[in-house]
């Protein structure tokens, strides 16, 4: 894969769009494990249950907003070294 040559506004676009499309679903569980903890910590005050099974409500919405940041941090890095190994491609070809 040739390395983008990032002063190319073209190319530099197309490389950000490459480079949102790495972990894209990842990202999005991520995103939808903080919204689900949102709604177990708002669910209790709202009327709902306050326990869900043997755990209570805001525990399970601890450990969905932990294992929510947990994947995010995972595919921050899994970007970062894509982008790096990117780069590497380019400094070799020069």
Do not use: C, N
Not at 55 to 72: C, H, K
Request: glycine content about 8%; aromatic content about 12%.
């Amino acid at each position: 894969m040739a390395p983008p040559d990032l002063s190319d506004r073209q190319q530099y676009v197309a490389y950000r769009r490459e480079l949102r499309g790495v972990a894209r679903w990842s990202r999005l569980a991520g995103f939808v494990l903080v919204l689900i903890a949102f709604a177990l910590f708002v669910w209790p005050q709202s009327g709902g249950p306050s326990m869900l099974g043997p755990l209570p409500t805001g525990t399970w919405g601890w450990i969905a907003l932990i294992l929510g940041w947990i994947i995010w941090i995972a595919v921050i890095v899994r970007r970062t070294r894509y982008h790096k190994a990117r780069l590497a491609d380019e400094e070799a070809a020069r």
